[in-house]
């Protein structure tokens, strides 16, 4: 069989394999199956090609085009899954693993194509926040805006994902129009190849938004710059020695870490044998210890459970770790494939001798696989009976299929272990108390980028412990990295200059792209609902005539709705209220007689009322109050071919111009054909 050569992608041209590659060998055979690095690269020459053409031609499209863009990259990666997984049973992943590693990544690019197109704008800058007024009279405002990094970010992947692992960077750089240089871990990087490959021949991304690097980066980290970023995951020891890069540090270049991490899962003390939440505790331990063979940042390390029920939760688990069977991850009945190189597995025994000073091994034996091919291990569960003297436990991550159990008194107890960790990712609760989960919170959060609960009315459709969802953020403070790589836009921010935006409201909406109270508008040339979506103008604004609010009116209101609150109703009790000068109209019956007066009644381009934001009743109207509206198109959204979204900002004044009633009016209108 011949070796697969994996090549660099580096200036729109690919660079086979050099005389100093590194070999990679199958995880199941333990047979060099590969080559990678080695190649002539100039890392100069690469970071200028990504700025100078990746750059400018990601930055001239909207966030809408650059989500138009991920979902149509999502859809390509579809279509040859297959392939993908494929390639991947080398890596020891199973057909069960591919779900958290390709399917996760492809899904990943969907969400954040997703969240592009409806929590984006339109357009080429992003508005951070609701506008500040500065001055008396509004007429200077500010605006926090965001706007694409001008450089490249550069990407360090780690093993045991080469699909995920550049899916959930790459979606939300792309998405905030910045290119990326993607260097995956050698052992693994022929699938991140493949990906690349398939990417790269969709001809879905402009030249230069995606370079990939087999093998080393060189110098590449000596020549980043204040608008470059670095996003790293892997080990804490390596995260330390690249963010200690003096070049990073002296150019403020954005580095973001995603490393070691102890997660805990703790098993709530109401959570007793034959409760739900029991055995959910014990199939949650089975998957983390289990799935992709333990390889995961996610994988839960430490199972913290109650002193009495520390027996029966060995029992359960080792129970099930029994039936779990480990081979080679082609063959249908394999449940755990094996660790992805020889070298991993060294790694993982090595851990294991260390946390074996503190914990005793109560399943699963590495001698009865010494005599395997490849880089099996089995599932291996060990206990601690005596945590709080324990240290190694707390801060050794043996990167494989292990976990330890260890038993806590009370709540407080339980909190504490868990946070001996120094930070973690992710720890998870399996409780149905609701003050557990509340002192879990209080006590936690800090430690944690993300607390799961699950207990028996969730988790009929909860993702699991381990399972990081790209519209939460996927971090943690200390140990973990101090990062947060996902978390829907947020993700994305990492890529991105938010930028004080000060000036007159004109011209704020004039770079927004959004109308902006105070701003200058236009009169439109006819009623805005018989225009089409592409032909309104952001600031185009219709005046309604008056029309006069009647006590006839109100009661009308109240005894049509039957909404006779007293302030409505009755003269002398309204009075009363320091809200009110008398008997008011209802804020509804504004709301109702405002769309009176704006609303063209024929058949027309407005398709759809969706719905009203930000509502306000700013003063109240009574009897014989004259009310005129304010109608603005505000902000335009494209939905799809056929309509978009239209927000008017709809301003309710009374005859001395006061504002009755502020609000956001959203409606669906049709598209020019």
Same mark, same amino acid.
């Given at each position: 069989?011949?070796?697969?050569?994996?090549?660099?992608?580096?200036?729109?041209?690919?660079?086979?394999?050099? !005389?100093?590659?590194?070999?990679?060998?199958?995880?199941?055979?333990?047979?060099?199956?590969?080559?990678?690095?080695?190649?002539?690269?100039?890392?100069?020459?690469?970071?200028?090609?990504?700025?100078?053409?990746?750059?400018?031609?990601?930055?001239?499209?909207?966030?809408?085009?650059?989500? *138009?863009?991920?979902?149509?990259?999502?859809?390509?990666?579809?279509?040859?899954?297959?392939?993908?997984?494929?390639?991947?049973?080398?890596?020891?992943?199973?057909?069960?693993?591919?779900?958290?590693?390709?399917?996760?990544?492809?899904?990943?690019?969907?969400?954040?194509?997703?969240?592009?197109? +409806?929590?984006?704008?339109? /357009?080429?800058?992003?508005?951070?926040?609701?506008?500040?007024?500065?001055?008396?009279?509004?007429?200077?405002?500010?605006?926090?805006?965001?706007?694409?990094?001008?450089?490249?970010?550069?990407?360090?992947?780690?093993?045991?994902?080469?699909?995920?692992?550049?899916?959930?960077?790459?979606?939300?750089?792309?998405?905030?129009?910045?290119?990326?240089?993607?260097?995956?871990?050698?052992?693994?990087?022929?699938?991140?190849?493949?990906?690349?490959?398939?990417?790269?021949?969709?001809?879905?991304?402009?030249?230069?938004?995606?370079?990939?690097?087999?093998?080393?980066?060189?110098?590449?980290?000596?020549?980043?710059?204040?608008?470059?970023?670095? =996003?790293?995951?892997?080990?804490?020891?390596?995260?330390?020695?690249?963010?200690?890069?003096?070049? $990073?540090? /002296?150019?403020?270049?954005?580095?973001?870490?995603?490393?070691?991490?102890?997660?805990?899962?703790?098993?709530?003390?109401?959570?007793?044998?034959?409760?739900?939440?029991?055995?959910?505790?014990?199939?949650?331990?089975?998957?983390?210890?289990?799935?992709?063979?333990?390889?995961?940042?996610?994988?839960?390390?430490?199972?913290?459970?109650?002193?009495?029920?520390?027996? !029966?939760?060995? &029992?359960?688990?080792?129970?099930?770790? /029994?039936?779990?069977?480990?081979?080679?991850?082609?063959?249908?009945?394999? *449940?755990?494939? /094996?660790?992805?190189?020889?070298?991993? +597995?060294?790694?993982?025994?090595?851990?294991?001798?260390?946390?074996?000073?503190?914990?005793?091994?109560?399943?699963?034996?590495?001698?009865?696989?010494?005599? *395997?091919?490849?880089?099996? $291990?089995?599932?291996?569960?060990?206990?601690?009976?005596?945590?709080?003297?324990?240290?190694?436990?707390?801060?050794?991550?043996?990167?494989?299929?292990?976990?330890?159990?260890?038993?806590? *008194?009370?709540?407080?107890?339980?909190?504490?272990?868990?946070?001996?960790?120094?930070?973690?990712?992710?720890?998870?609760?399996?409780?149905?108390?609701?003050?557990?989960?509340?002192?879990?919170?209080?006590?936690?959060?800090?430690?944690?980028?993300?607390?799961?609960?699950?207990?028996?009315?969730?988790?009929? &459709?909860?993702?699991?412990?381990?399972?990081?969802?790209?519209?939460?953020?996927?971090?943690?403070?200390?140990?973990?990295?101090?990062?947060?790589?996902?978390?829907?836009?947020?993700?994305?921010?990492?890529?991105?200059?938010?930028?004080?935006?000060?000036?007159?409201?004109?011209?704020?909406?004039?770079?927004?792209?959004?109308?902006?109270?105070?701003?200058?508008? +236009?009169?439109?040339?006819?009623?805005?609902?018989?225009?089409?979506?592409?032909?309104?103008?952001?600031?185009?604004? $219709?005046?309604? !005539?008056?029309?006069?609010?009647?006590?006839?009116?109100?009661?009308?209101?109240?005894?049509?709705?039957?909404?006779?609150?007293?302030?409505?109703?009755?003269?002398?009790?309204?009075?009363?209220? !320091?809200?009110?000068?008398?008997?008011?109209?209802?804020?509804?019956?504004?709301?109702?007689?405002?769309?009176?007066?704006?609303?063209?009644?024929?058949?027309?381009?407005?398709?759809?009322?969706? =719905?009203?934001?930000?509502?306000?009743?700013?003063?109240?109207?009574?009897?014989?109050?004259?009310?005129?509206?304010?109608?603005?198109?505000?902000?335009?959204?494209?939905?799809?071919?056929?309509?978009?979204?239209?927000?008017?900002?709809?301003?309710?004044?009374? =005859?001395?111009?006061?504002?009755?009633?502020?609000?956001?009016?959203?409606?669906?209108?049709? +598209?020019?054909?």
């Amino acid at each position: 069989m011949s070796l697969m050569q994996v090549s660099s992608f580096a200036e729109g041209c690919w660079v086979d394999p050099g !005389p100093e590659a590194r070999e990679i060998e199958s995880a199941v055979t333990g047979e060099v199956i590969g080559r990678a690095g080695g190649g002539a690269l100039d890392a100069e020459a690469m970071l200028h090609h990504a700025r100078t053409v990746g750059g400018p031609a990601l930055r001239a499209l909207t966030f809408h085009d650059r989500a *138009r863009m991920l979902k149509a990259l999502a859809l390509h990666l579809t279509e040859h899954k297959q392939a993908l997984y494929d390639i991947s049973y080398a890596t020891g992943a199973t057909t069960k693993d591919h779900a958290f590693d390709i399917d996760g990544g492809i899904g990943t690019t969907f969400v954040y194509a997703s969240k592009g197109r +409806r929590e984006m704008p339109d /357009a080429r800058v992003y508005l951070d926040g609701a506008p500040e007024q500065l001055s008396r009279n509004g007429s200077f405002l500010g605006q926090h805006v965001c706007v694409p990094l001008q450089g490249v970010a550069v990407h360090i992947n780690a093993f045991n994902f080469p699909v995920w692992g550049m899916l959930e960077k790459l979606a939300p750089t792309l998405l905030a129009g910045v290119p990326a240089i993607v260097k995956p871990a050698t052992a693994t990087s022929y699938v991140t190849e493949f990906a690349v490959r398939l990417i790269l021949e969709s001809g879905i991304l402009p030249e230069g938004a995606l370079q990939f690097v087999a093998g080393g980066l060189g110098d590449m980290l000596d020549r980043l710059g204040p608008q470059d970023a670095v =996003g790293f995951t892997g080990s804490a020891d390596t995260a330390l020695k690249l963010r200690s890069n003096p070049n $990073l540090l /002296a150019s403020a270049v954005r580095f973001v870490a995603e490393q070691d991490s102890l997660n805990a899962s703790i098993l709530g003390p109401d959570a007793a044998p034959g409760t739900p939440e029991f055995d959910l505790f014990v199939k949650e331990a089975l998957r983390e210890i289990t799935t992709k063979a333990g390889q995961k940042c996610t994988a839960t390390r430490r199972l913290i459970v109650p002193e009495a029920q520390v027996q !029966p939760v060995i &029992e359960a688990i080792s129970g099930r770790l /029994a039936q779990t069977t480990v081979g080679d991850p082609r063959d249908p009945a394999t *449940r755990m494939g /094996a660790l992805v190189s020889r070298a991993q +597995r060294a790694d993982v025994l090595e851990k294991l001798a260390v946390l074996g000073r503190e914990a005793e091994r109560v399943h699963g034996d590495p001698e009865a696989f010494a005599d *395997r091919p490849g880089a099996f $291990l089995p599932p291996i569960l060990m206990h601690c009976a005596d945590p709080d003297a324990a240290r190694r436990l707390h801060d050794t991550e043996a990167f494989g299929p292990v976990s330890t159990v260890m038993p806590y *008194r009370d709540i407080d107890h339980a909190i504490a272990l868990a946070n001996r960790g120094q930070g973690s990712l992710v720890a998870s609760v399996i409780t149905h108390d609701p003050e557990v989960a509340c002192a879990c919170v209080d006590g936690m959060a800090a430690w944690h980028g993300r607390l799961y609960f699950n207990d028996r009315d969730s988790m009929g &459709e909860s993702t699991g412990h381990g399972a990081p969802m790209p519209h939460m953020v996927h971090g943690g403070p200390g140990r973990a990295g101090g990062g947060e790589e996902l978390g829907g836009v947020r993700g994305v921010m990492h890529y991105m200059q938010r930028t004080a935006v000060q000036g007159s409201p004109t011209l704020l909406q004039a770079i927004g792209g959004r109308h902006f109270a105070g701003a200058a508008t +236009r009169e439109a040339p006819e009623h805005p609902f018989r225009r089409a979506f592409d032909a309104l103008e952001i600031g185009e604004t $219709l005046v309604t !005539p008056e029309r006069t609010i009647t006590s006839d009116d109100i009661a009308h209101f109240a005894d049509f709705t039957g909404d006779t609150f007293y302030a409505h109703m009755d003269d002398e009790a309204a009075a009363r209220n !320091p809200f009110f000068p008398g008997r008011v109209a209802h804020g509804y019956l504004i709301l109702s007689f405002a769309a009176g007066l704006f609303v063209s009644p024929e058949e027309g381009p407005v398709l759809a009322n969706t =719905g009203l934001d930000g509502l306000r009743f700013l003063k109240p109207a009574p009897p014989g109050t004259a009310i005129r509206v304010h109608l603005t198109v505000k902000a335009k959204t494209p939905r799809t071919e056929d309509y978009g979204e239209i927000r008017w900002a709809v301003r309710v004044v009374d =005859g001395e111009g006061d504002a009755v009633a502020e609000y956001d009016l959203l409606t669906m209108v049709a +598209r020019e054909r």
